[in-house]
Structure formats: structure tokens, C-alpha cells
């Protein structure tokens, strides 16, 4: 059974730091590109990076490059999402989720193209 979980949400101040983990179970890292995504109150979810099965590709958001970095370990299939100089407006609910893109560099930041989700993980950003 396929699960992914997220950790790492809570409150920051604008201008500071947090890093979502995103531990799943059931999909092996090699199979499955890993997107994280949010959903700020009366928003479509919006892509905010992805990380292709091979490791090797990164997409981001336009509003979060240079900003945002995710990375992977493997041994513990784990997959980040760092958020450095956070704005009160990204504040939302963040999840990830994983699209099967077998040993390959695709990444893609529509929601659509994911078949498994975490649960979501609260991100405040005060001003």
C-alpha cells in the first residue's frame, strides 16, 4: 500500500526558513517522480517543485526560484522540499505527491499527472 507523509509544517516569521519531509512507503523513489504542492484558503493547489525519479531533474515554480530547493534520500525515501525567505502569502497547506515516471528525468507541476498524495502539512507565514 502506497503512503506518503508529510512533516516539517508549522509557523515562521517572513524572511525565515522551514524544510518539509516527505516520507513514503509503498513507492520506491526510483519509480515515482515527487512533486510538492500547496493550497492556500479559496486556491487551487498550485505546483511548487518537482523531483524526477532519477534524481537528476528539478522544476519549480516561477514564484518560488532561487527561493526553494528539493532533494531526495534514498535510504530513507525520503524526499525535501527547503523553503528559505518564506512570504506571509505562501501560506497554505503543503503536500506531496508522487507521479510514476519510471528511472527518467521528467518532472511536471500539474496536479493532474499525480496519483498519490500525503496527507498535507500546515505552513504559516506571519508578517
Known amino acids: 500500500q502506497s503512503q506518503l507523509v508529510e512533516y516539517g509544517g508549522g509557523l515562521v516569521q517572513a524572511g525565515g526558513s522551514l524544510r518539509l519531509s516527505c516520507v513514503a512507503s509503498g513507492v520506491k523513489l526510483d519509480y515515482y517522480a515527487i512533486g510538492w504542492f500547496r493550497q492556500a484558503p479559496g486556491k487551487e493547489r498550485e505546483g511548487v517543485s518537482c523531483?524526477?525519479?532519477?534524481?537528476?531533474?528539478?522544476k519549480y515554480a516561477d514564484s518560488v526560484k532561487g527561493r526553494f530547493s528539493t532533494c531526495r534520500d534514498k535510504a530513507k525515501n525520503t524526499v525535501y522540499l527547503e523553503m528559505n525567505n518564506l512570504k506571509p502569502e505562501e501560506t497554505a497547506i503543503y503536500y506531496c505527491a508522487a507521479a510514476r515516471y519510471s528511472y527518467s528525468n521528467d518532472t511536471l507541476l500539474e496536479a493532474t499527472g499525480y496519483g498519490h498524495w500525503g496527507q498535507g502539512n500546515q505552513v504559516t507565514v506571519s508578517s
Open positions: 523531483l524526477s525519479s532519477s534524481g537528476g531533474s528539478t
